[in-house]
């Protein structure tokens, strides 16, 4: 036999391949086998999930046909006036916000050259009784009145800088008050009046920063200490985590108070994508021109998206969900609830991705803007307290500036300052949803309230299982948009309905007829 024959046994046949040695497998399933990859199964769901909506897309069609309108249709025309009206009256209030700012830095100056003077004079030979009266060219004085003179200066400067406080409060609280009037006693259609609060809102924020950190830099520069005594001119940029005022990175301006007192540095602020006011900030050199023509265009195909799943899907299941609150038919209800969570889950993460990376991007891009830390990765949220702490940053830091810092500095305990802040995030929430819907039910005050608890009950897990916890992350989502977004939502659309087709302000929708069948 030579080599190439195959090895035959006595009756002449070919073996057979010879069996593996046995060895101590494990089905891949089970606990204890070697990690697998299940990508397969991520494809499947993927093609399941896909399916599943083309299946939903023509059961809406054949349901209601094209629910589609013009946007801006459906709005009267004395809205679009008073709308508009509210828009142009809040730029009054950042200038006025501006020119108090000149004032103060011209009363600042006064008040530096002032005790410049006094500490000199108490400085000088004359004031210790060395030589005579008019020794260095200075009279010879009381060490008694140099010292009321002294407390007198103190004294006007705290004056000066309360009443500038009280000032730009009084500002701030009008730049909220005029747009939350118009939304809820002037404004009838709920979006509109979302435009002016969002606006109002934003510039309220902002126009807080501004005089909280001019204030304390005009202290510095009276007193002529540095800025790093100042806790609220700190740059904020501490892992999410760690919340430690002790390891506050220090942030030397590029500009110095009062050189950046000026409406150029106002207008950049005005329009930054920032909540916090810096005399400077970290700037880009170049503008790319193919990628703001980029963060424009998704901008605009994520709104128009919104729009059509607005309009053609949430729409409908809001309408046919009054008929189910007012019979309290809790079976429909929660119904009603997990079919609206799959639309308001795809509208609310477009309205994320349209605002957090293409409007602010664009907005960064144009202005040079070189700090565009707008959002982490929330998505993998373990617990509901980091999801705060990473999808809004900008919100995130205002609060971390100028309530949890100050607070916290101040020796109230971190779990009182986040308790603050909650609750005045609470109360910005039903402001920008219950006034522009003419419904101050606290709906949306008790969806962020009880954040509290939800972070209390997260925040475990995080400890137990590590930041990237998948039980945390499912609750968040759950509690979040699977179930308290569409609740809400639900809510506040069953009670305006009923309100305004009570009162005869809104007359009752009926879907139209499918094309398809007789009934809806």
């Known amino acids: 036999m030579t080599d190439s024959e195959p090895p035959t046994g006595g009756g002449g046949d070919v073996l057979s391949e010879v069996p593996p040695k046995p060895e101590d497998l494990k089905d891949p399933l089970s606990k204890e086998a070697p990690p697998e990859s299940y990508r397969g199964f991520v494809n499947l769901g993927m093609l399941l999930l896909f399916g599943n909506n083309v299946r939903l897309i023509i059961e809406n069609y054949q349901k209601y046909g094209i629910l589609i309108s ?40 006064g008040h530096r050259k002032r005790l410049s003077e006094l500490s000199s004079l108490d400085s000088s030979p004359a004031s210790h009784g060395h030589t005579n009266a008019h020794a260095n060219g200075h009279d010879d004085k009381d060490p008694k009145q140099a010292l009321k003179d002294l407390n007198k200066a103190e004294a006007s400067i705290k004056r000066t800088q309360k009443i500038f406080g009280w000032l730009h409060a009084l500002n701030v609280i009008a730049i909220l008050a005029w747009p939350s009037y118009m939304s809820y006693y002037k404004i009838f259609h709920p979006f509109m009046s979302i435009t002016c609060l969002m606006n109002g809102t934003i510039q309220f924020l902002k126009m807080t920063s501004y005089s909280l950190t001019n204030q304390d830099l005009r202290a510095g520069y009276i007193y002529d200490l540095p800025t790093e005594k100042f806790q609220h001119t700190r740059r904020v940029h501490d892992a999410a985590s760690n919340t430690f005022v002790s390891h ?15 409406f150029k540095d106002m207008a950049y602020f005005w329009f930054a994508p920032t909540l916090c006011y810096q005399p400077s900030y970290p700037r880009s050199t170049v503008f790319r021109k193919s990628f703001f023509l980029k963060r424009v265009f998704e901008a605009l195909t994520c709104l128009g998206m919104m729009y059509f799943l607005i309009e053609q899907y949430a729409t409908p299941t809001l309408q046919n969900s009054v008929r189910a609150f007012d019979q309290l038919a809790f079976g429909t209800m929660l119904e009603r609830v997990l079919k609206l969570s799959t639309t308001s889950v795809l509208i609310w993460l477009l309205m994320f991705y349209t605002f957090f990376h293409a409007t602010f991007n664009a907005l960064a891009e144009m202005l040079y803007f070189g700090d565009r830390g707008f959002y982490l990765a929330w998505w993998n949220a373990g617990s509901v307290g980091r999801y705060w702490a990473l999808w809004n940053r900008p919100v995130y830091i205002f609060f971390k500036r100028h309530i949890y810092l100050p607070m916290v500095t101040k020796g109230a305990s971190p779990l009182l300052a986040s308790f603050v802040i909650f609750t005045f995030s609470a109360i910005m929430h039903e402001i920008l949803i219950g006034l522009p819907t003419h419904l101050i039910y606290g709906y949306a005050f008790a969806g962020m309230f009880f954040q509290i608890p939800l972070i209390a009950l997260t925040r475990p897990l ?59």
Not at 88 to 109: C, D, F, G, H, T
Not at 477 to 487: D, K, N, R
Not at 496 to 519: E, M, Y
């Open 70 to 109: 013009l946007p801006g249709s459906k709005v009267s025309r004395d809205d679009w006036i008073l709308t508009g009206l509210a828009h142009l009256l809040v730029p009054l209030n950042v200038i006025l916000s501006y020119q108090l700012e000149r004032w103060a830095m011209k009363r600042a100056i």
């Open 248 to 262: 506050q990175e220090v942030y030397e301006y590029e500009v110095n108070y009062p050189d950046n007192i000026t």
């Open 462 to 520: 995080e400890k137990w299982r590590g930041t990237g916890t998948g039980l945390g992350n499912m609750i968040f989502w759950v509690s979040f948009t699977i179930l308290g977004q569409p609740a809400c939502a639900l809510l506040y659309y069953y009670h305006w309905t009923k309100r305004h087709i009570d009162d005869g302000s809104l007359i009752p929708v009926l879907l139209p007829n499918p094309p398809f069948s007789s009934s809806s």
